[in-house]
């Protein structure tokens, strides 16, 4: 997996929490602490680059309005393949919110975590258009 998962050209994310929340590191992080129990997992700077099965991620959609936790849900959306030598073998769609009363970040990151735990089960049976988390 990459170091650093990035967001979709399309996501539409507030500048506020691209700069402050560091959503595509802790997606990264996250999703390696809990596959590495179960899975070979190898981090590596540029996914292009790396070798075997390949978890290629991105971060679609961030929704989170201004006002910290008492604004309402905040959430995330994240899509993937797992390729191996370029041939995808499976693909997700996951999403995760969180409900009010901590901060925008503190928010989004407890929605990330859920996701790298729904990713993290889904690569011990990887299948093709999978719904994970709240994306059932």
């Known amino acids: 997996i990459s170091k650093e998962v990035h967001f979709s050209k399309t996501a539409t994310v507030k500048d506020a929490v691209k700069n402050e ?3 595509p590191e802790r997606l990264g992080k996250f999703v390696y602490s809990y596959a590495k129990k179960g899975n070979q997992v190898q981090v590596v700077d540029d996914i292009k680059l790396a070798k075997g ?4 991620m991105e971060i679609v959609d961030v929704y989170a309005l201004g006002g910290g936790g008492w604004s309402g849900r905040k ?3 994240v899509s993937g393949e797992l390729k191996e030598e370029g041939k995808v073998i499976g693909s997700f769609i996951a999403q ?6 901590h901060g925008t970040c503190k928010l989004l ?3 990330v975590k859920s996701i790298a735990r729904d990713i993290s089960d889904w690569l011990e049976n990887p299948i093709k258009d999978a719904r994970l988390g709240e994306s059932k």
């Open 96 to 101: 995760r919110g969180s409900g009010s009363g």
């Open 53 to 56: 099965k390949v978890l290629d």
């Open 109 to 111: 990151a407890k929605s």
């Open 75 to 77: 959430s995330v959306k």
């Open 21 to 23: 929340c560091k959503l």
